[in-house]
């Protein structure tokens, strides 16, 4: 499984835009991108997916460039209540569901 | 929408007992995993489960032992319990041909087991 770094955590302002870099040098072919956020003592909840280039839902973006070697969350304009732990997942895709790996989150803390 | 559930959601136990805990997945679902978050820690798998049959086996002890059953519900079974067993345990489920998102696994909200 490919290994993930992510930074261990930052600190926003209400409103600002928050960018979470995940590095994944080793990420293979048919590795996906996922990542999920946890609040304390509740289980992650997942937020975006992506393979390539860019993908964006109601909740955040994800940019990947060409060589897939690091990924971007983005948080648009957060909110105290995006204060929780951010975790970067590489994992395979095909057919079936496959155990999630997780890494070292990142700890955001959003300060009003 | 209905979600994982599972119980209990707190539970004390002395050292070398033993303990069961239940996960319900989200109707529809085939798929249930186990994970376990100690304090500080990130989650960590433990095993799942597809259609009833063990799938995957992550770093699950000896002295734990989970199954799947015919209603898709799952246990996991602790024994002689020691004091590092003391974590959050999370329950999660997916529909494991859902075409598109393929790691999007639904959580429950976790039991927490301490053991004196």
């Known amino acids: 499984l490919a290994k993930t770094t992510q930074p261990i955590s930052m600190d926003s302002y209400e409103g600002q835009e928050v960018n979470i870099t995940c590095s994944h040098n080793?990420?293979?072919?048919?590795?996906?991108i996922t990542w999920y956020q946890q609040f304390p003592s509740q289980g992650p909840r997942f937020i975006i997916q992506g393979y390539k280039t860019k993908v964006t839902n109601e909740v955040a973006s994800l940019f990947i460039p060409a060589d897939r070697k690091s990924s971007t969350l983005s948080l648009p304009r957060v909110s105290l209540s995006d204060t929780a732990v951010y975790y970067c997942l590489v994992g395979p895709s095909g057919a079936g569901s496959y155990q999630l790996t997780f890494g070292k989150g990142t700890k955001l803390s959003v300060i009003p | 929408a209905a979600g994982v559930i599972q119980s209990p959601r707190h539970l004390i136990k002395e050292k070398r007992e033993t303990a069961t805990l239940k996960c319900y997945p989200i109707?529809?679902?085939?798929?249930v995993y186990w994970y376990q978050q100690g304090p500080g820690q990130d989650p960590q798998f433990l095993i799942s489960f597809y259609e009833k049959m063990q799938s995957d086996k992550g770093s699950i002890p000896d002295r734990f032992s989970a199954q799947q059953f015919s209603d898709y519900h799952s246990e996991l079974n602790m024994s002689s319990l020691e004091l590092g067993d003391s974590a959050l345990y999370f329950c999660?489920?997916?529909?494991?041909?859902?075409?598109?998102?393929?790691?999007?696994?639904?959580f429950g909200p976790g039991t927490r087991l301490t053991v004196l």
């Open positions: 109707p529809r679902h085939d798929t």
């Open positions: 999660a489920s997916s529909a494991r041909d859902f075409p598109l998102l393929i790691n999007e696994q639904f």
């Open positions: 080793n990420i293979a072919t048919n590795d996906y």
